[in-house]
């Protein structure tokens, strides 16, 4: 949602600026420099990019909408879901394996939707716990294989804000493109008076304008706000690695909470009061 506020306010104060500047706004309305501008940017993304990224991008831009998904009920929910699943696991080990090779069927995961739904998080979850229960890993390779998979995710969602700013970057050019075009068209014109050239000469200068203000307006910030919430949901990662490897050390679940809880960011952690109080609600 602040995004879209920060959005209208930049595209509000350059309106709003101009109009007062005694400009007219019907100057501004150039559909050909919009589709100039606008079909040579999404071809030439479509042109350098997978189509995984693609779909990421579209996934990503909803969620500047929606936003990422990570909250503080997000994190009880993991916190609770691991005290459960870890204090069945040191009554009886074998018990757990049902739960994580069908978590989709398992009545624990069942009980904390924002986990379960979360398809990458519980494949990372479950897949680290079938290794723990197979023993066939030391706690420091165990760290080291997570570190892998987690970098290896944090590499292919990279892949997304740096397609959308590949994409700034390449607007004001674009933008270029088109004015010189509308420049070219202009000189066709040259015999038809000062007033029909003014206004074409108006209309090519609005695609290096267009350029410029979707470059540094919308696409540069709206990268940025993309790799935020990849951040933000990369983040949780690290979280679930936490306890999982704490657990692959041998603590006790409630070691393994706190270690878990604390390296949560400061704007999503709770008290440990807030913990004991929703582990309780949750059992009653």
Not at 169 to 187: E, S
Not at 250 to 258: T, Y
């Amino acid at each position: 949602m602040l995004s879209i506020i920060g959005f209208t306010i930049v595209m509000v104060s350059v309106i709003l600026g101009y109009v007062l500047h005694h400009g007219e706004l019907a100057v501004l309305y150039q559909p050909t420099e919009f589709l100039i501008i606008g079909g040579s940017a999404i071809g030439a993304m479509i042109a350098s990019s997978s189509p995984t990224v693609l779909k990421g991008l579209g996934h990503e831009l909803l969620g500047v909408l929606k936003g990422s998904g990570v909250n503080r009920e997000k994190y009880i929910q993991l916190l609770m879901c691991f005290n459960e699943i870890f204090r069945l696991a040191t009554a009886n080990p074998l018990a757990v394996e049902a739960h994580v090779e069908s978590p989709e069927k398992s009545e624990i995961f069942k009980k904390y939707p924002k986990i379960l739904n979360d398809h990458h998080l519980m494949t990372f979850i479950c897949n680290t716990f079938q290794l723990q229960l197979a023993g066939t890993l030391s706690p420091y390779d165990l760290e080291d294989l997570m570190d892998q998979d987690i970098q290896v995710m944090h590499e292919e969602e990279g892949k997304i804000p740096a397609t959308l700013s590949r994409l700034a970057d390449a607007l004001p050019g674009l933008g270029i493109v088109a004015a010189v075009l509308g420049v070219v068209i202009t000189m066709g014109k040259l015999t038809m008076g000062k007033e029909v050239i003014g206004q074409s000469v108006a209309a090519a200068l609005v695609g290096t304008f267009l350029g410029i203000l979707l470059c540094y307006g919308i696409f540069q910030p709206l990268s940025t706000r993309v790799e935020g919430l990849i951040a933000e949901k990369g983040k949780i990662f690290q979280v679930a690695k936490v306890a999982l490897l704490a657990y692959a050390r041998g603590s006790k679940a409630p070691v393994i909470l706190e270690f878990t809880r604390r390296n949560i960011p400061l704007e999503f952690r709770p008290t440990w009061k807030d913990l004991e109080e929703a582990v309780k609600t949750k059992a009653a």
